[in-house]
């Protein structure tokens, strides 16, 4: 994983396929399932879907059917299930068959409580996450194995669950002469109960580096050494640097040829894939790089702001896994994510300085990244932690491929709602979900605090 030719010799054409990018693209064609050996014997199958429920692997995805329900003469379709003594679960959210398939009506969910044993009200759950994923036409779109989903809610650690899914009302139905534009549901409609798993992150150095013999998975080496021209193998953690020390290391980057004015803000601290607990066997083999980074795409998750800054870990462990298991992505959508209290987590495996192609903002994964800071911020307002992490994240990547933050540039359309594909969009450099994508995300409040990221990310580059 070391660089050759500088920094832009690992990077691709068009996808941006490397050899082990091709060797990914190849692998797409392979059921997204855990290797034979890292089933337990006792693992069971859900009736509905044929997949593993893997009981004694930390972590687990638990996929229940919906069921029909009883409605009034007049009124819109619903689905629903409700269970009490299920085992652990800390995040819901629901599936369905067809990606391209919009939900439109209302979910809500209640919890129940390991720790107080009582229920919780009735969540609002974002039904509007088809915004998100791979462009149309890429292998992972066309995998055959995405779904439609909704965004992921956390809910804490809890064994009990009611789930209702109501269609909005047609156009002239009893109660809403407006109506919705269906009234009908998606197909295939399924509750996904994730426990994200509660071991925590090893530590210290990994025990079985790839050259003494050891008994990683090829998918945990190739994580871990994706790194390597920043950190040791198998670190918890990408510590910060001051601005010298990083000026350094970008000049190393670039092929040990200083730039002019390295216009590049220091370093911040990342916890490593590693360090947040990521199962590697969970995603698909290899990884898939764009050309550069020329834009950033502020996100939020969407999952609520119920988390302490200690559940984080957990959290984005939570996400990775409905990401892949439940909404059949290769990888977790977003290339870095940001909690309340600002700590800054590497997202997509490949390598926090190189441009790895995410699955974030549907028409414009190539030559961006994607930031996703963790809550729900429609209506809340982002802590100053997380503003200023997002700063500090954009000036140091966009300063490795030259990007001013403060800035405009161009990016192709791969299509969407918003543009068809192949127009070419001005953007700002640091822009939010919805300037790509017709779309709430990343919430009012969020979005509202970009110009303080954009200012402050150019303050830190030197500009």
């Known amino acids: 994983m070391s660089r050759i030719m500088g920094m832009r010799g690992f990077l691709t054409t068009s996808v941006g396929a490397t050899s082990i990018g091709v060797a990914c693209a190849a692998a797409l064609a392979l059921p997204l399932t855990l290797p034979a050996t890292a089933v337990p014997a006792r693992a069971e199958r859900t009736a509905a879907t044929g997949r593993v429920d893997e009981a004694a692997v930390p972590g687990s995805t638990r996929s229940l059917p919906l069921v029909p329900r009883a409605r009034g003469l007049g009124t819109a379709p619903e689905q629903g299930l409700y269970r009490a003594g299920v085992r652990h679960f800390s995040l ?85 002469p407006a109506g919705g534009p269906d009234s009908s549901l ?153 909690d309340k209290c600002g700590s800054i987590y590497e997202g997509r495996a490949g390598g926090v300085a190189k441009a790895v192609m995410g699955a974030h903002t549907l028409g414009f994964n190539s030559n961006s990244m994607g930031i996703a800071v963790i809550g729900t911020y429609s209506s809340t307002k982002p802590s100053a932690a997380a503003v200023t992490a997002v700063a500090k994240l954009t000036a140091w990547k966009l300063g490795l491929f030259g990007a001013n933050p403060s800035g405009k540039t161009y990016l192709t359309s791969g299509g969407g709602n918003l543009y068809p594909k192949g127009k070419n969009v001005r953007l700002n450099v640091i822009s939010g979900h919805r300037d790509g994508y017709a779309t709430e995300c990343p919430g009012k409040r969020l979005y509202a605090q970009l110009g303080t990221a954009r200012s402050g990310a150019a303050r830190y580059q030197g500009r």
């Open 92 to 176: 819901v959210g629901v599936v369905w068959d067809d990606p391209d398939a919009e939900l439109h009506g209302r979910v809500q969910v209640r919890t129940r409580s390991t720790v107080s044993r009582a229920w919780s009200g009735w969540q609002d759950v974002e039904t509007h996450n088809e915004e998100h994923g791979a462009d149309p036409g890429t292998a992972e779109r066309s995998s055959g194995r995405v779904r439609g989903a909704t965004a992921p809610l956390w809910v804490g650690d809890s064994d009990g669950v009611d789930v209702r899914v109501r269609a909005a009302p047609a156009a002239g139905d009893r109660g809403d």
């Open 186 to 338: 998606p197909t295939g409609l399924r509750l996904e109960l994730v426990d994200p798993g509660d071991e925590a992150p090893p530590q210290g150095p990994p025990a079985d580096v790839p050259r003494t013999g050891g008994t990683h998975t090829d998918a945990t080496v190739a994580a871990y050494a994706a790194n390597t021209d920043l950190v040791p193998y198998g670190a918890l953690e990408i510590p910060q640097l001051g601005r010298r020390d990083t000026e350094q290391e970008l000049a190393r980057l670039d092929g040990g040829v200083p730039r002019a004015k390295p216009y590049i803000g220091p370093r911040p601290p990342i916890v490593t894939r590693r360090g947040w607990g990521a199962d590697e066997s969970l995603r698909e083999s290899g990884f898939i790089y764009t050309k550069t980074v020329k834009a950033a795409f502020v996100h939020h998750t969407a999952s609520g702001n119920n988390y302490t800054c200690s559940q984080a870990p957990s959290v984005v462990r939570s996400i990775y896994r409905y990401h892949v298991k439940s909404m059949g992505w290769r990888d977790i959508g977003y290339n870095f994510l940001v």
